[in-house]
T-cell receptor, first 114, second 109 residues
Framework: DAGITQSPRHKVTETGTPVTLRCHQT?????MYWYRQDPGHGLRLIHY???????DKGEVSDGYSVSRSKTEDFLLTLESATSSQTSVYFC?????????????FGAGSRLTVL | GQQVMQIPQYQHVQEGEDFTTYCNSS?????IQWYKQRPGGHPVFLIQ?????EVKKQKRLTFQFGEAKKNSSLHITATQTTDVGTYFC?????????FGTGTRLQVFP
């Protein structure tokens, strides 16, 4: 969807290096999410944000941190990447945090940790 | 915690055959959503069901929400090659959506 972009789209890095993935939205939605997708696990929530500087943990938050200094940007940081963090990462946005709200996903960022 | 399971994990069908994927929750849901992800793509919202026993149709796709609001199904009639992808259900009984593990559909021409 045109209103949400992720960068980089592909990244290969080595174990122990820091990695930051960026999600940028032009929809002015309050809620932003980071998911990881792995075979057999579907989509699992890492962290989410409900406003500038307001973030909370999801079900698989260990090893990840996030920041949201502007409404439009949500950053996901792996302080010291491990091979278990090799995955496809999706950012998503929604107008509200209600479980009934529809998520719009970005195109994804494929991360390989060697 | 809340869990949402989907079966089957994979399904291969001949073009023209029907396909069904099932979604089961460990808890009662307030709503359920369905998403489709094409190979190499990202999940895209298809539909949301809210009411007990609700049935909705989108062309060849039929979505159902169980009477107990703990299960749901997606049925595709006469599959086409354009139906290829992974179908995810996502349920909520709080303020968070929990995604199922997905069903990957392959359609052979």
């Amino acid at each position: 969807d045109a209103g949400i972009t992720q960068s980089p789209r592909h990244k290969v890095t080595e174990t122990g290096t820091p990695v930051t993935l960026r999600c940028h939205q032009t929809e002015n939605h309050r809620y932003m999410y980071w998911y990881r997708q792995d075979p057999g696990h579907g989509l699992r929530l890492i962290h989410y944000s409900y406003g500038v500087k307001d973030t909370d943990k999801g079900e698989v938050s260990d090893g990840y941190s996030v920041s949201r200094s502007k409404t439009e940007d949500f950053l996901l940081t792996l302080e010291s990447a491990t091979s278990s963090q090799t995955s496809v990462y999706f950012c998503a946005i929604s107008e509200s945090g209600s479980g009934a709200n529809v998520l719009t996903f970005g195109a994804g960022s494929r991360l390989t940790v060697l | 915690g809340q869990q949402v399971m989907q079966i089957p994990q994979y399904q291969h069908v001949q073009e023209g055959e029907d396909f069904t994927t099932y979604c089961n929750s460990s808890t009662t849901l307030s709503n359920i959503q369905w998403y489709k992800q094409r190979p190499g793509g990202h999940p895209v919202f298809l539909i949301q069901l809210v009411k007990s026993g609700e049935v909705k149709k989108q062309k060849r796709l039929t979505f159902q929400f169980g009477e107990a609001k703990k299960n749901s199904s997606l049925h595709i009639t006469a599959t086409q090659t354009t139906d290829v992808g992974t179908y995810f259900c996502a349920g909520s009984n709080t303020d968070k959506l929990i995604f199922g593990t997905g069903t990957r559909l392959q359609v052979f021409p």
